[in-house]
């Protein structure tokens, strides 16, 4: 028997989330999932969704157009079930990130350094040694993303925000803004095959899946997590970087050395073999 068609409307993580739920045999031998990446703008073809059983979807807005969920969800036939998912984000660990175009991983306060004119060792140099904690209200930040993940949340029958709130300080919940590791990942999966009246797999398996955004951990900054007293943001601590293992320091200056270069493709540089020594 011909399978049903899950259409998946989601941003880098629906794969992970994808790969966990067809780990539910129940769920794997009803439904063909077929990803369309929303920030890619990649459209939804009419003719599939024509023909579309259940609609998984990260909630885009009327700014999206043709994309916009709503739009979607008009289109659907009548006996499709579809389901609004989580779109999990975090700048607490980050929370000078900025997703201004240009540069990726950006920081707006190292790009306050760079814009001074310094030479790239001055840059590195008064970086590190700037008082952070001091200059901005961290605790405000961490708290306002929190309050922008809870608004995010009411979207979504699947509740996250209080599963970061318990564990954001026992260990690194997110690697970027935007990729929350198998922790986060794994209960969303779980959250949504409840949802859907399915069994949702033993943890042992979810586990078994592995992290699901491993090659690249952003770093923290230590002076940051000091102020919040995260042991995984030590000074002393490395972070996975497309297959290298680097410290905050040598990040910053790979950082600025791609900035002064004018390269916009910093992801491109980091994977390439410009990594400072």
Same mark, same amino acid.
């Given at each position: 028997?011909?399978?049903?068609?899950?259409?998946?409307?989601?941003?880098?993580?629906?794969?992970?989330?994808?790969?966990?739920?067809?780990?539910?045999?129940?769920?794997?031998?009803?439904?063909?999932?077929?990803?369309?990446?929303?920030?890619?703008?990649?459209?939804?073809?009419?003719? #599939? *969704?024509? /023909?579309?059983?259940?609609?998984?979807?990260? $909630? @885009? +807005?009327?700014?999206?157009? %043709?994309?916009?969920?709503?739009?979607?969800?008009?289109?659907?036939?009548?006996?499709?079930?579809?389901?609004?998912?989580p779109n999990m984000f975090f700048k607490g660990y980050w929370p000078l990130w900025s997703g201004k175009e240009g540069f990726n991983y950006r920081c707006l306060h190292l790009d306050e350094f760079i814009d001074m004119g310094l030479s790239p060792e001055e840059t590195v140099?008064?970086?590190?040694?700037?008082?952070?904690?001091?200059?901005?209200?961290?605790?405000?930040?961490?708290?306002?993303?929190?309050?922008?993940?809870?608004?995010?949340?009411?979207?979504?029958?699947?509740?996250?925000?209080?599963?970061?709130?318990?564990?954001?300080?026992?260990?690194?919940?997110?690697?970027?803004?935007?990729?929350?590791?198998?922790? #986060? *990942?794994? /209960?969303?999966?779980?959250?949504?095959?409840? $949802? @859907? +009246?399915?069994?949702?797999? %033993?943890?042992?398996?979810?586990?078994?899946?592995?992290?699901?955004?491993?090659?690249?951990?952003?770093?923290?900054?230590?002076?940051?997590?000091?102020?919040?007293?995260?042991d995984f943001a030590k000074p002393d601590i490395e972070f996975e970087i497309y297959g290298r293992k680097i410290g905050y320091a040598r990040y910053v200056a790979n950082y600025v050395a791609a900035r002064e270069a004018g390269i916009a493709d910093f992801i491109g540089y980091?994977?390439?073999?410009?990594?400072?020594?």
């Open positions: 028997m011909d399978k049903e068609l899950c259409i998946v409307h989601a941003n880098c993580q629906g794969p992970p989330i994808i790969e966990r739920l067809l780990a539910c045999p129940q769920f794997e031998e009803r439904y063909e999932c077929k990803l369309f990446t929303n920030y890619e703008k990649e459209p939804v073809l009419d003719e #599939l *969704i024509g /023909h579309c059983s259940l609609f998984l979807y990260q $909630h @885009l +807005g009327s700014a999206w157009g %043709d994309l916009a969920s709503e739009n979607i969800l008009k289109k659907l036939p009548e006996s499709a079930r579809h389901l609004c998912i140099l008064l970086f590190l040694r700037s008082d952070v904690e001091r200059k901005f209200n961290l605790l405000e930040l961490l708290n306002k993303t929190f309050e922008q993940e809870r608004n995010k949340e009411k979207q979504t029958p699947i509740k996250y925000v209080e599963l970061l709130i318990e564990h954001y300080r026992d260990e690194m919940l997110f690697n970027t803004v935007n990729h929350p590791n198998s922790r #986060l *990942i794994n /209960h969303a999966a779980k959250g949504i095959l409840k $949802h @859907l +009246g399915f069994d949702a797999p %033993d943890d042992t398996v979810l586990e078994s899946i592995g992290e699901p955004f491993p090659d690249f951990e952003q770093p923290i900054n230590p002076r940051i997590g000091q102020f919040f007293g995260w980091l994977q390439g073999e410009y990594i400072k020594i």
